[in-house]
């Protein structure tokens, strides 16, 4: 048994004090900046309505929809959300949410603090899982560049289920850990058990993890401990399969790079190898921060991740879980874009969970090493993650609070929305619905999505209104509505274009 297999009362002020660390890295101005397009639609699945903007009618006059209302009012039971997963994710961060805002109220901030709850959790996970692996030092510092990682403050800021995935992981991982250091027991075995299970529940990228995480576990377990072990995978996947497959197949078509809100993942075909091998040698690097300027050249350093673990294993096998942890995850995802010609490794929420092995791989291939030398290693990579810092709390896409504050003191009830969108991004019209309605109380005028040019009903009313505010990706809105005229429009980045047109 290792001397650090108890925790210790400094390393508990350790785990403490990276927890505060953590917390206030995520907690400033949480709810300064409106949702974004998939933010709204998590809460909106979380209201147990499933995807609603995606079924409003076209073409037709229509009261701003409801697609918020939950919390201690909720009219929707929350165990419609089981039945009403209409997007390409398993329900148990949607239910956990719901459960979550009944307690602390629906809004920006409680939302998106349960994110935040999960990175916490994670980071103390983490370090107990380093610390038996590895040694409190590299514990210590891979927990530093978890909380100072970019991405992973820009997630724990954000009402998705990326942070509580690796939560998830971690646990699972705890647990199998303890379990080949101190010995199984119920508590354990019954703890990793879960851990899996809320893997799977969570986000189907966290299979990469667990296949990675079994095969540890066949390597480092021998005998009955071995059988225990897997036989708690196992047990895992049996209850995930028979309560949520049939779900997860009605799903299959979503998950298909032809349906309308997915395909924005397929890559350009003339260039999709030499990107998706350019993705992957800078992603470890970009799991610390998004590389810009000259520090581009530090993210293809971060590729010999790939390799040196590998040819120190035979010396070092306590590097074995997160090599193991790091390809599964990576590998997973590489093996869907160069199948499917897609760039999934383009977004790093994607490959979010091979976070915490890059974070104790950094320090642990340097920490033989003389030690000035063993400590410069992650000294740079957390100042790298410093340097880009700031850019964790901006967005490419302009605030919606902005727009909508604009719009809710120049609207009147007498006055019009339209929400036009054609092609492959038809689907963005309910979607920009969505996000806006969050933000417009009350709602003064009513609002019509079109994907061709308005028939009588919505022409009537546009031309009868003072004002017709018209939401669009690339169309121009005159040409839907015969009889109307620009008066005045204006460009967002990440909202499109909104008109204001008159007769």
Same mark, same amino acid.
């Given at each position: 048994?290792?001397?650090?297999?108890?925790?210790?009362?400094?390393?508990?002020?350790?785990?403490?004090?990276?927890?505060?660390?953590?917390? $206030?890295? /995520?907690?400033?101005?949480?709810?300064?900046?409106?949702?974004?397009l998939d933010e709204a639609w998590t809460a909106e699945i979380a209201a147990g309505r499933g995807s609603v903007h995606l079924h409003l009618p076209k073409?037709?006059?229509?009261?701003?929809?409801?697609?918020?209302?939950?919390?201690?009012?909720?009219?929707?039971?929350?165990?419609?959300?089981?039945?009403?997963?209409?997007?390409t994710h398993p329900p148990l961060y949607f239910l956990g949410l719901?459960?979550?805002?009944?307690?602390?109220?629906?809004?920006?901030?409680?939302?998106?603090?349960?994110? =935040?709850?999960?990175?916490?959790?994670?980071?103390?996970?983490?370090?107990?899982?380093? /610390?038996?692996?590895n040694g409190r030092s590299i514990a210590l510092w891979a927990c530093i560049l978890f909380a100072l990682a970019q991405p992973q403050i820009q997630y724990a800021r954000e009402t998705r289920n990326y942070t509580w995935l690796i939560a998830c992981a971690l646990l699972a991982a705890?647990?199998?850990v /303890? =379990?080949?250091?101190?010995?199984?027991?119920?508590?354990?075995?019954?703890?990793?058990?879960?851990?899996?299970? $809320?893997?799977?529940?969570?986000?189907?990228?966290?299979?990469?993890?667990?296949?990675?995480?079994?095969?540890?576990?066949?390597?480092?377990?021998?005998?009955?401990?071995?059988?225990?072990?897997?036989?708690?995978?196992?047990?895992?996947?049996? =209850?995930?399969?028979?309560?949520?497959?049939?779900?997860?197949?009605? &799903?299959?078509?979503?998950?298909?790079?032809?349906?309308?809100?997915?395909?924005?993942?397929?890559?350009?075909?003339d260039s999709h190898l030499r990107w998706t091998f350019y993705r992957l040698a800078v992603l470890p690097g970009v799991l610390l921060a998004e590389p810009r300027g000259p520090v581009l050249y530090i993210c293809y350093a971060g590729a010999a991740l790939y390799i040196l673990p590998l040819i120190?294993?035979?010396?070092?096998?306590?590097?074995?879980?997160?090599?193991?942890?790091?390809?599964?995850?990576?590998?997973?995802?590489a093996m869907l874009d160069f199948s499917r010609d897609t760039h999934h490794l383009g977004l790093i929420r994607y490959t979010l969970l091979a976070g915490p092995a890059v974070y104790v791989l950094i320090p642990a291939l340097v920490s033989r090493?003389?030690?000035?030398? /063993?400590?410069?290693v992650p000294v740079i990579a957390a100042f790298y993650c410093l340097r880009a810092l700031p850019y964790a709390y901006r967005s490419a896409v302009t605030d919606p609070k902005i727009i909508a504050a604009e719009l809710q003191s120049a609207?009147?009830? &007498?006055?019009?929305?339209?929400? =036009?969108?054609?092609?492959?991004?038809?689907?963005? $019209?309910?979607?920009?619905?969505?996000?806006?309605s969050r933000y417009l109380h009350p709602p003064k005028c009513p609002v019509a999505l079109l994907s061709a040019p308005a028939g009588a009903e919505v022409t009537t009313r546009a031309l009868a209104s003072p004002h017709v505010f018209a939401f669009t990706v690339n169309e121009n809105p005159t040409y839907f509505v015969h009889g109307l005229f620009t008066q005045t429009t204006a460009k967002f980045p990440g909202q499109g274009r909104v008109w204001v047109l008159q007769k």
């Open positions: 048994m290792n001397d650090f297999s108890k925790p210790n009362q400094s390393s508990l002020l350790i785990c403490l004090l990276l927890i505060l660390i953590t917390a $206030a890295l /995520r907690i400033p101005s949480l709810s300064l900046r409106g949702y974004s073409n037709t006059v229509l009261p701003m929809p409801e697609f918020f209302s939950f919390g201690t009012n909720a009219d929707v039971p929350w165990w419609r959300i089981w039945t009403k997963m209409e997007c719901r459960f979550w805002t009944d307690i602390t109220g629906a809004g920006d901030t409680p939302e998106r603090s349960f994110s =935040i709850l999960a990175s916490l959790i994670s980071v103390a996970l983490l370090y107990d899982v380093a /610390r038996l692996c705890d647990a199998l /303890r =379990i080949e250091k101190l010995g199984p027991s119920r508590r354990r075995l019954a703890a990793l058990m879960i851990g899996v299970l $809320a893997t799977l529940l969570t986000h189907y990228f966290g299979i990469g993890m667990l296949i990675g995480l079994g095969l540890y576990a066949v390597c480092r377990t021998r005998g009955r401990v071995r059988v225990q072990v897997l036989g708690m995978f196992v047990l895992a996947i049996l =209850i995930f399969a028979i309560c949520w497959g049939p779900f997860m197949w009605q &799903q299959r078509g979503l998950a298909s790079t032809s349906d309308q809100s997915t395909n924005f993942l397929l890559d350009k075909p120190a294993l035979r010396r070092r096998p306590d590097l074995l879980i997160w090599i193991l942890w790091m390809l599964g995850v990576i590998g997973v995802i090493l003389r030690p000035w030398l /063993r400590h410069s609207s009147q009830s &007498q006055d019009l929305m339209l929400f =036009i969108s054609t092609g492959k991004n038809e689907w963005w $019209a309910g979607g920009q619905c969505m996000v806006f």
